[in-house]
């Protein structure tokens, strides 16, 4: 397979359900290092783009530092494929310090494969990946839903994320994090 | 072209970034007629199923109802393909009520064929009528961004529903509303 989409970009919004919101948005996004992508934020939502180990480490970086113990937060994700990025890659600059963060995560991951049939059996590779890393708490119609610590959690983001890379020519993968929901379980 | 998937869910997400984030959701979800879809509400999301006329409406009253003049608010809609509801289609049920809410809001399409290589012509065809209908705020790599009065705003991802229910055997729709946003023009 020709790959010419080498590069990643990822559209995401961060929600914090308080009125400190923006405090919270601008604080963590301020505290990313954004090197290593290039950055765009508009009236809906943040665009990183860079190589897949870059976007995926920023938007890891941002959802860790919003975190607030108390505050129920989702972030939605769209990790897409899209062109190379120009220059030398810098890889997962926030890496290092992102390991110390622990808690309990609930998230989904919903594939759409684009230009090919094989939607059903691409999806059925996500839900299996989730499966082995025990995160997978229920299979919606859509993609597995995952819990877990949200370390575990975007351990398998990346999994997923690079299994795609590697078979499919053009995909979006939907990424959705939920914290401290007031739902019951 | 052979269509089993006449019905469509709507998975959706209300994230209204105020400390009383519980009482807006949930007294928005109580006060939707939800007579004419089914209804699942999980830790991420809250599902609607049936006829496109009565998901629509009921996605839309949802938000309408959701509404605080000062409270910024985002709203995450994934309408997909499903099978037909069973039983009579009793359509959009909370229409009537629903004209008297006017306000501006900001919005996104993003659609994603499934199943065709046509990935590009559809998008194009999201993009136009967004645009003939003076909506296209700017025409982001993922779909247009729209910005104009809530009913127009509905009304456009309407008539994109119907075009694409009409021509494509799968597809998601992704769609964003956000109003009250701080972020400057």
Not at 146 to 160: E, H, K, R
Request: proline share 5%; with cysteine; aromatic share 8%.
């Amino acid at each position: 397979m020709c790959k010419t989409n080498t590069g990643m970009a990822c559209r995401f919004t961060l929600s914090p359900m308080s009125d400190s919101f923006v405090d919270i948005i601008l604080g963590a996004i301020g505290k990313v290092d954004g090197s290593a992508v290039s950055q765009r934020t508009d009236k809906l939502s943040t665009v990183y783009r860079g190589s897949r180990a870059a976007v995926e480490d920023a938007v890891k970086a941002c959802f860790l530092y919003a975190y607030r113990p108390h505050v129920h937060m989702t972030m939605e994700c769209a990790f897409s494929t899209a062109p190379a990025p120009e220059g030398e890659d810098r890889g997962a600059v926030n890496g290092e310090k992102l390991g110390e963060f622990h808690f309990p995560a609930v998230g989904k991951l919903t594939l759409y494969p684009l230009g090919t049939g094989e939607v059903s059996l691409w999806r059925e590779k996500v839900a299996a990946e989730a499966k082995e890393r025990g995160l997978c708490r229920e299979e919606a119609y859509d993609g597995p839903i995952l819990a877990g610590d949200v370390q575990d959690i975007f351990d398998c983001l990346s999994a997923v994320n690079g299994l795609c890379r590697e078979g499919l020519e053009d995909y979006t993968l939907e990424f959705t994090l939920s914290v401290n929901s007031p739902t019951p379980d």
